[in-house]
């Protein structure tokens, strides 16, 4: 059941942390592109990588590996899952492409693969630093 609380009160923070950055960022950037919501998947998957190497290391340096479960479950699955949003930048790229923006749409879906694959893995990195 504590599993269930952690990952719902994640997951609200991370969704409200996410429409209040991608609020801002649409705000400024108007066109055709949709950066609020690339931005916040690709932040969200740089976290996910830190978070989840730290989690990981305090597990290697005897940390209980219940509390560290509760805690990847709570920061990973619940706080990053609620930030970012892959369906939306899925559903963006087909509004694209149905108003004849091929372009844009294939940038958006291409580079939000490579571009979150990439933050994930320099977040690794860089918990690996610190872990």
Same mark, same amino acid.
């Given at each position: 059941m504590i599993e269930l609380l952690v990952v719902a009160a994640g997951g609200g923070v991370g969704a409200a942390a996410r429409f209040m950055v991608d609020g801002e960022i649409r705000?400024?950037? *108007? =066109?055709g592109f949709p950066w609020g $919501? !690339?931005? /916040?998947? /690709? /932040? =969200?998957?740089? &976290?996910?990588g830190v978070l989840a190497t730290l989690t990981f290391a305090l597990v290697e340096r005897g940390a209980p590996e219940d509390v560290a479960s509760v805690l990847l479950l709570a920061l $990973?699955? =619940? &706080?990053? @899952? @609620?930030?970012? $949003? !892959? *369906?939306t930048a899925t559903m963006e790229? /087909?509004? &694209?492409?149905? *108003?004849g923006r091929l372009r844009l749409a294939l940038a958006n879906s291409l580079g939000t693969l490579a571009v979150t694959v990439t933050a994930a893995g320099l977040g690794m990195a860089v918990g690996g630093l610190f872990g």
């Open positions: 705000a400024r950037h *108007s =066109g $919501t !690339f931005v /916040v998947n /690709v /932040v =969200g998957s740089f &976290l996910i $990973t699955v =619940g &706080l990053c @899952g @609620g930030f970012t $949003t !892959f *369906s790229s /087909v509004r &694209l492409a149905q *108003s």
